[in-house]
């Protein structure tokens, strides 16, 4: 797949791959928050302006996941669909204005995702304006040219990359995209959850068995996540892949050298050739048959 990337560093340099659309555009520069390290890729705290859309997904990805949510409103907490439900636990700007909201939004976080379907256009476009007037990192994930794990991917990479912790989201409105929401829901909430579960551990630290493995995945999930697998069914579980295969390959290289893993997996399959493509997959299938065990009566509606 041919996918565009341009970078922008503080000094205004600029490259831009001219392979075909641009799926990606992403604004390189580190968080000005003095937070520093591996240890700091963790999502703090999602931010958005409360429109329909994108806004509204990512702060119910933060609902879903008990991350702290927030940010600016226009006066009278105003949307397109009228005011801002009150749940969300939003900021009133003394203005009526879009534009001053977007811009308090960007100068309050640590960095900005943008997603849309196509080209930005409109408020998105603002929005990375923004964010380079205020120097903040951004990256724009467009959904028509970028898909599957190299969405997952890149917003992982680029969070980790930037030190996000107070992330905000933005992207097209529903009125403009009716099917962004959903779209930007799944992405975020597997990209986020990934960071929860995501620990680069020392080679000795790494799991030597399947069922270390699997419990290394059990005490990284949070509760809730532990009962919604737990309580899916066996043909549900294929969407979870991606995640996980992420985590296993950089957090207990299985992709790598942690041949004990390996091995411990082709004893548990019965099948001395078994690949670790195949690997990963028999530990989700084993993680989701124990939460089965022991989460399935536990379901948190």
Not at 10 to 37: C, H, M, P, Y
Not at 43 to 64: E, F, H, M, P, Y
Not at 163 to 192: K, T
């Amino acid at each position: 797949m041919a996918v565009a990337v341009e970078r922008q560093s503080r000094k205004g340099s600029n490259f831009k791959n001219q392979d075909g659309l641009s799926a990606l555009s992403v604004w390189i520069g580190k968080s000005e928050t003095g937070v520093t390290g591996k240890e700091s890729a963790m999502i703090k705290k999602i931010i958005s302006g409360g429109q329909t859309g994108a806004d509204r997904a990512a702060l119910d990805v933060a609902i879903n996941l008990h991350i702290p949510h927030g940010g600016w409103v226009p006066k009278s907490r105003k949307a397109e669909d009228g005011p801002v439900p009150a749940h969300y636990q939003l900021k009133e700007m003394p203005t009526e204005s879009y534009p001053a909201r977007t811009e308090a939004n960007v100068a309050d976080s640590d960095g900005t995702l943008i997603i849309t379907h196509g080209e930005l256009k409109g408020g998105s476009r603002l929005t990375r304006e923004y964010a380079l007037k205020n120097r903040k990192p951004y990256l724009h994930i467009d959904l028509d040219v970028l898909r599957g794990d190299d969405v997952l991917y890149a917003i992982v990479n680029w969070i980790v990359e930037n030190h996000i912790a107070v992330l905000n989201v933005a992207g097209s409105r529903a009125s403009e995209n009716p099917d962004l929401y959903d779209s930007v829901f799944g992405v975020l909430n597997n990209a986020v959850l990934l960071l929860k579960i995501r620990r680069m551990r020392h080679p000795s630290e790494r799991p030597q068995t399947l069922d270390d493995a699997v419990n290394r995945l059990i005490a990284d999930l949070p509760f809730k996540e532990r009962t919604k697998i737990g309580n899916m069914a066996k043909e549900d579980i294929l969407p979870l892949y991606p995640t996980f295969m992420t985590h296993m390959r950089d957090d207990f290289g299985l992709w790598n050298d942690n041949t004990a893993l390996l091995a411990s997996c082709r004893t548990v399959a019965k099948d001395p050739q078994l690949h670790q493509d195949e690997a990963g997959p028999l530990i989700v299938k084993k993680l989701w048959e124990k939460l089965q065990k022991t989460y399935r009566l536990r379901l948190v509606k």
